[in-house]
Every structure is written in structure tokens, then in C-alpha cells.
């Protein structure tokens, strides 16, 4: 079995697998190697995460692979039968009898659809996981409403203008949320749980700026952009640690944004407050970028608040270049897969033998068994079929089959009424005349 229509989607995955593997864990070794704070940048993290999309098509239309996987293997073809006396020819057999059973088909030639099926089982699994996160939140934001808080709607309309933000998003509070929430990227939200009206001013604001960061950066859709790659390919480890990095590394710069507008001491003192609103820990679901941490992140970004670390700021054009820069190096230096068969090892033609009758002899009687076990293949295979096209092709390969034995039979009998002696080649017998 050759599924040849899998040739191209598997290439492609398995290009997609090793780009997104080496990208990654190249960055993870620069971050333990002393590079920790250079990767805190979201768009590494980004380019990381979405490069090897771009590579793994680029590479597999335009540019050579270094890694030539062979999926399937043929069988490989029976060995011809030795050269022979013109009395060694075997007499034809009309009945044709079933050959010796072979060894069965090979179980490699079925691992490309156990690789597709296994693959879309689960994506299939990953996207519904994905959806029915996304109907969870927006469960629990149906019951929201408008904010009416002088206060509040007075600090957002300052830090929207602090932050360059053209109009201040639209506001909102729900009762059963627990942390704020900042979602949609066409239509950009602010949720409040009901517990940020007992905030102070400054911890107000550090809140504010932080969920206002995230809409300015539009972290909400790189965030959906991921949570979807990993539904996709749940299979693959770097895309989930790639997503996590992504994910602490936006919260940081969101973080160091809400210490420029409203300290580092207030944004300290916010996360903390937001952290005990989520006593007991509550799953917040995919789709959502919320200012509650995790327990585990909780201390770094405290600590990195109170470090007050300034965010980098590059020329607008800086990032697109060096990211199309890596890019191109990564098509070009990355290995790659292909799916091909190899090429399979045509028999020698049995009538291309000259000079010795005795391999004259010998390839005609090879040809006659390979046809006779083809036609042999073909009868068993349409034993149940009731097509008359077919029958009559069977019909039709049989009759073929009994003129070549027909013809075989009257070919030794007249070798053996022309020639008392062995047979041998042209130029032998020239010599002895």
C-alpha cells in the first residue's frame, strides 16, 4: 500500500516538528547558558513559537532537504532463475498452481496512516479541548455588564491616554470573576471582577495599565494564535513550552509597562492583592490574558516589578528584518523531510540476452513463471468480482499464458531435433566449424 497523498502533509509536519524542536530548545540552552533576561522578549518567544510554519512550507517548496526519509519500502523483486541446459527448461503448466506463500505484507508500509490517523485523532481531541475551553469563558462573561464607576472609568480614560491609546476599550465587571480579564482583538474588552472597587488609586491604576498593555500589544490574539498551534499539535513538547514562555514573557513586559505609569511598588502590591482573590486557585481558560499569576510565576514578577526593569523599545522596523533575517537562515540551514519512494530495481530483461542459447532458454522460462504467477495473482483477486470487463482481461491474460507455454513446448522440441549436443554460444560453434 502507497498512500501517495499523504506524501506531502506528512513531509510537511515532519519539517514543522524538527524547525519548531531545534528553534526552541536552541533558545531554551541560550537562557540557561546566562541569556535569561535577553529572552524575556515576547517576540522571541512569538518567533519561536510561529517561525517554523513559515520554514517548513518554505523549505519543502523551494529549498532542499538534508533528510531523505524513505516511508515506504517496495518489495523488493524475485531473483532470476540461474542459466540452464535447453533439457533443464520446464514444461508448461496450464493448470497454473498457486505459489509458494510469501512472507505477507510488510507492517512499515501501514505506519503513514498510523501516523496520520494518530495525528488527526489528536488534533480532532485538541481543538474540541480548545472550544470547550472558549465556551467555559464565555459562559462565565455572559452575565457581565457595563462599568458605571466613576473611578474606574476616569483611571482608564488616563492610562489609555498615558499609554497612546486612541479611545479607552470598552469596561466591564462580572460577579463570578475572580482576577480581570482582557480578551478579543476585534472588538478589545476589559472584564472587572466586582472586588477592584476596593482598590486603592495606585493599585487601580497599576491594574488598569497592566490589562491595557496587553490590548495595546494585541497580546489577545498571539495568545489565541497559541492556544489554537497547541490544539493543533498537542503532541509536540515545543510548542508547549514555547506557548508558556510566551505567555510569562508578555506578563512581564506588561508588568514593567504598569511600573512606568504607576510605580513599581503599586504593581507589586497589585499582584499581590489580585493573588488572593484566587483563594482557592481557580483554572482560568484558555483565550484569556488575566493579571493573576501563577504561584510559580507569582515571586518572579513580583521580584522583577520591584526591580522596576525598563522595557526595551526598537525601531519599528527592527524586529520584521531580524525576524525575516532568521527566517532565511533557518530554511537554509535546518534540516528538513521528505517522502519519497526509492527507486525500485527493475528485473534484467530476460530477452536481452545474446550469444548463449542456454540464457535464452533460461530467461524465457523466467518470464513464463512471472507471468504465470501474475496471472495466477489476478485470478484470486477477482475470484469474487462479477465485472465482465475484468473476466474478460483474465481471459484474455490466460490465453497469453497457454501460447507462451505452447510455445515453449515446440521450442525445446526443436532444440532437442537440431542439436545432439549441448547447446552452445554463436561464436563456439563458428570456431568448431
Known sequence: ??????????AWIGTWAIHAAMVTFLLLAISWCGGARRLTRPGVWRFALLSALATATLQLLVAPTWLDFTAWVPAEPGALVGSFAADAVPAADLTMPAPAASAGPDWTDELPL???ACAVALATLGVLGLLRSRAALQTLLARRQPVDDPRVLAMAGSVAGQLGLRQTPQLSRCEALATPVAFGFVRPEICLPARVATLDDEALRALLAHELAHLRHGDAGWLWAGAWLQALFPWHPAVRIARRRLYDATELRCDAIAASCAGPLAVANCLLEVATWLRPPATLPRGALAMAARPSALRVRVEAALRGERVA?????????AMAIATGAQVLV??????TDPPVAEAPDPWSATGDANELFAGLATGYAHLQAEALQLRQELASSADPALRAMLTELELRVARLAAAQLRLRDLAAMTAEEPLVSDPERRSSR
Open 1 to 10: 500500500m502507497n498512500p501517495t497523498f499523504l506524501d506531502v502533509p506528512l
Open 114 to 116: 498510523v501516523f496520520a
Open 313 to 321: 523599545t526598537w525601531p519599528r522596523w527592527w524586529p520584521g528584518a
Open 334 to 339: 535546518l534540516p528538513g523531510v521528505a517522502i
